[in-house]
Antibody, heavy 120, light 110 residues
Framework: EVQLVESGGGLVQPGGSLRLSCAAS????????MHWVRQGPGKGLVWVSR????????NYADSVKGRFTISRDNAKNTVFLQMNSLRGEDTAVYYC?????????????WGQGTVVTVSS | QTVVTQEPSFSVSPGGTVTLTCGLS?????????PSWYQQTPGQAPRTLIY???TRSSGVPDRFSGSILENKAALTIAGAQADDESDYYC??????????FGGGTKLTVL
């Protein structure tokens, strides 16, 4: 079964750091670009970041550029999101998603999400 | 800053047809933006419905269709059912490795 499982969320103080993980299974992880998408409480989906299959290329939304870093370990079938200098507006459910097989500009598989709360 | 626009809410009667749209605050949506559509119910992860403007994802019923209508991406749901009541999001690929989601449409079936 193709699956993505996020972990690492929790409560963190403003200015703090957190590292999210997304473990993939059921497909050849090293062949796919991967994304992080977040959703604030009661709000819509927001694209956050993307990483190429081999980790050589990364992209970020302006709202997180310079504070978040996406990376991956293809040997462990895992993608990460290192989040530094966290702010209240970073509070959200964070989903990892796989770039589509037939269309790499779409997201075809989603994890269930991990909750990040930034609060003092 | 590019804003992707969607109707905040829409209502459809059971068995009816509804078309949700996805536009740009400045400019027209074309296939070059590779619009895709996602369905989300409360507390659940998004589900992929449509990609590349009009291709249904695996397992999506043919009641769901995508198109470009009057310079916007469109998602049409025919024969609406009670379990179609969800939030629907479009996303556009802006190029240079950047995606922008619309604000979502809350669809009510009643």
């Amino acid at each position: 079964e193709v699956q993505l499982v996020e972990s690492g969320g929790g409560l963190v103080q403003p200015g703090g750091s957190l590292r999210l993980s997304c473990a993939a299974s059921g497909f050849t992880f090293s062949s796919f670009w991967m994304h992080w998408v977040r959703q604030g409480p009661g709000k819509g989906l927001v694209w956050v970041s993307r990483i190429k299959s081999d980790g050589s290329t990364t992209n970020y939304a302006d709202s997180v550029k310079g504070r978040f870093t996406i990376s991956r370990d293809n040997a462990k079938n895992t993608v990460f999101l290192q989040m530094n200098s966290l702010r209240g507006e970073d509070t959200a459910v964070y989903y990892c998603a796989r770039a589509g097989v037939a269309d790499s500009t779409a997201f075809d598989i989603w994890g269930q999400g991990t909750v990040v709360t930034v609060s003092s | 800053q590019t804003v992707v626009t969607q109707e905040p809410s829409f209502s459809v009667s059971p068995g009816g047809t509804v078309t949700l749209t996805c536009g740009l605050s400045s400019g027209s949506v074309s296939t070059s933006y590779y619009p895709s559509w996602y369905q989300q119910t409360p507390g659940q992860a998004p589900r992929t419905l449509i990609y590349s403007t009009n291709t249904r994802s695996s397992g999506v019923p043919d009641r769901f269709s995508g198109s470009i209508l009057e310079n916007k991406a469109a998602l049409t749901i025919a024969g609406a059912q009670a379990d179609d009541e969800s939030d629907y999001y479009c996303v556009l690929y802006m190029g240079s490795g950047i995606w922008v989601f619309g604000g979502g449409t809350k669809l009510t079936v009643l």
